[in-house]
């Protein structure tokens, strides 16, 4: 019987340490789960901040390549100008030798086809060859030529 006793005994402090080790253990894990969870919730909080963060870069960067484009266009804008403008001061004396020719061209049509000379249709016609030559004197100033034109003698009284 003190035998059964002792195997008794023996078996209860095995038992209560078994159960204290299983205690320790089970408390462990608890342990390890909730700091898994703890690094998983932190793992999950940290990318949401990157992610946020990166949209807000996106965002950045999209308005960069914005501003590049209306600069690109506006600079493109500036050269096709500045292309015609070239081309225009490359050929502005052969214009305005054209235009020189037009007026004096219109001008000689309008004296041709008046066909004969009422009274003052002289000074009519003087005022209409000025009216022209300032306005072929202009235009040519507009493209940045001082030039003046002639009126020859044909106006005048005789």
Request: proline share 1%.
């Amino acid at each position: 019987m003190e035998t059964l006793i002792v195997i008794l005994i023996v078996v209860m402090i095995a038992r209560t340490v078994l159960f204290i080790y299983n205690d320790i253990l089970e408390k462990t894990s608890q342990k390890q789960a909730l700091t898994f969870q703890e690094q998983v919730k932190n793992a999950q909080i940290d990318f949401t901040a990157e992610k946020e963060q990166m949209r807000k870069n996106y965002e950045v960067k999209d308005e960069i390549i914005r501003q590049w484009i209306n600069k690109c266009n506006k600079l493109d804008f500036e050269l096709s100008e500045a292309r015609k403008v070239n081309g225009l001061l490359k050929s502005r004396t052969a214009c305005v030798e054209g235009l020189q020719d037009s007026f004096n061209q219109q001008a000689e049509d309008v004296w041709r086809n008046r066909g004969y000379i009422e009274p003052k249709g002289n000074q009519e016609r003087l005022r209409f060859v000025e009216g022209m030559k300032a306005g072929a004197e202009w235009v040519a100033e507009c493209v940045g030529i001082k030039v003046e034109f002639e009126i020859d003698d044909r106006h005048k009284e005789d």
